[in-house]
Nanobody, 124 residues
Framework: QVQLVESGGGLVQAGGTLRLPCAASGSILSIDVMGWYRQAPGKQRELVAAVRSIGTTNYADSVKGRFTISRDNAKNTVYLQMNSLKLEDTAVYYC??????????????????WGQGTLVTVSS
């Protein structure tokens, strides 16, 4: 079984910074895309940023220039560095990864996995 565990959420003032790590664990052969999504109250979940195993990235327009996504393939961990936070960044942030399974009946197949979510609250 594989899982994603996020941390780093919390309360921060507008203009501040936070760093969200997310670590994958379990029987893993490889991980293709790792990304961060967020869901604000009353809104749909949206992609914030994603990074492929080769390092290419993409960002939502609303966070370009403020957020940076990176990953450590050796640690199966993805990070979201959030700078210049705004009130509208308040949301539950979810880690997501496309993981190639290393054991079990689905050995070698890819599974999309979600973390449990971590709350980021930006205050004025």
């Amino acid at each position: 079984q594989v899982q994603l565990v996020e941390s780093g959420g919390g309360l921060v003032q507008a203009g501040g910074t936070l760093r969200l790590p997310c670590a994958a664990s379990g029987s893993i052969l490889s991980i293709d895309v790792m990304g961060w999504y967020r869901q604000a109250p009353g809104k749909q979940r949206e992609l914030v940023a994603a990074v492929r195993s080769i390092g290419t990235t993409n960002y939502a327009d609303s966070v370009k220039g403020r957020f940076t996504i990176s990953r450590d393939n050796a640690k199966n961990t993805v990070y979201l560095q959030m700078n210049s936070l705004k009130l509208e960044d308040t949301a539950v942030y979810y880690c997501n990864a496309n993981i190639r399974l290393g054991a079990g009946p689905e050995l070698g197949r890819y599974r999309e996995v979600w973390g449990q979510g971590t709350l980021v609250t930006v205050s004025s």
